[in-house]
């Protein structure tokens, strides 16, 4: 299995920038894609961005389009997520995931349940 921890949340002007982290450990050769998604209170778990594991292809939701970005440094096991021109409905807790084998929809895989394994999420709080 893979096992993923978040870390860089807190909490930051409208506008302000933050760069979350997650960092995979044990099977992490089996991994296809890793993706971000975020949650509010009460609401579903929603699709943020994804990219291969391996570099490369990317894809974002149109919510985040222009304003984050998405990276993988594969040398330490990790996973980025730059968040740029923050706003206060970016307010949520941000989870990191892994897709473990190939998925029909490659990089557009968005639905939570085609993912294996999970991190624990960090809390990302905008200002106003």
């Known amino acids: 299995q893979v096992q993923l921890v978040e870390s860089g949340g807190g909490l930051v002007q409208a506008g302000g920038s933050l760069r979350l982290s997650c960092a995979a450990s044990?099977?992490?050769?089996?991994?296809?894609?890793m993706g971000w998604f975020r949650q509010t209170p009460g609401k579903e778990r929603e699709f943020v961005t994804t990219?291969?594991?391996?570099?490369?292809?990317?894809y974002y939701a149109d919510s985040v389009k222009g304003r984050f970005i998405i990276s993988t440094d594969n040398a330490k096991n990790t996973v980025y997520l730059q968040m740029n021109s923050l706003k206060p409905e970016d307010t949520a807790v941000y989870y990191c995931?892994?897709?473990?084998?190939?998925?029909?929809?490659?990089?557009?895989?968005?639905?939570?349940?085609?993912?294996?394994?999970w991190g624990q999420g960090t809390q990302v709080t905008v200002s106003s």
């Open positions: 990219i291969r594991w391996s570099g490369g292809s990317t």
């Open positions: 995931a892994a897709a473990l084998g190939s998925r029909r929809g490659g990089v557009r895989t968005t639905r939570e349940s085609e993912y294996d394994a």
């Open positions: 044990g099977r992490t050769f089996s991994t296809y894609l």
